[in-house]
């Protein structure tokens, strides 16, 4: 775990090891230099020191880019104001719509309806005979 000490300069490191888990002299050198090597090409640095510096792509060859930035359209309230009023225009229109096809649906269904109503009479003359017919036979 790692954190940053009260006045700020330094981070401090804490964690359990296991047991003669001990780094070498060499190691801790290493990468104290390869840090210093990265702080070194920074801007801040090359600023300060007034130094030239070069981009880590230069420096390290092809980088992977893992996000990019699209450009997009500037947006002024005229702008807006012309969506604002093309969206009121599409929704007058879809309401339009709605209702032409509530319309056409209610139509249909009233035609349904009355076909329904002429099969089941027809299916109640017909059962209507069948018992006169029962009937005459007893």
């Not at 230069?58 to 880019?65: E, I, Q, S």
């Not at 807006?80 to 269904?109: H, M, P, V």
């Amino acid at each position: 775990m790692a954190s940053v000490s009260e006045d700020g300069k330094t981070i401090v490191y804490k964690g359990t090891y296991k047991e003669n888990n001990n780094i070498c002299l060499g190691d801790v050198q290493k990468s104290a230099i390869n840090n210093l090597k990265v702080i070194m090409q920074s801007r801040d640095m090359a600023r300060i020191y007034g130094t030239t510096t070069r981009s880590y792509t230069a420096l390290c060859g092809d980088l992977t880019n893992y996000q990019t930035v699209n450009k997009s359209e500037i947006t002024t309230e005229r702008t807006l104001k012309e969506n604002l009023d093309q969206a009121k225009k599409d929704l007058e229109e879809a309401k339009k719509n709605l209702e032409e096809l509530q319309k056409q649906n209610a139509k249909k269904r009233c035609r349904d309806c009355k076909s329904k109503s002429r099969s089941r009479s027809n299916k109640e003359r017909s059962s209507g005979k069948e018992k006169w017919r029962q009937r005459k036979r007893l």
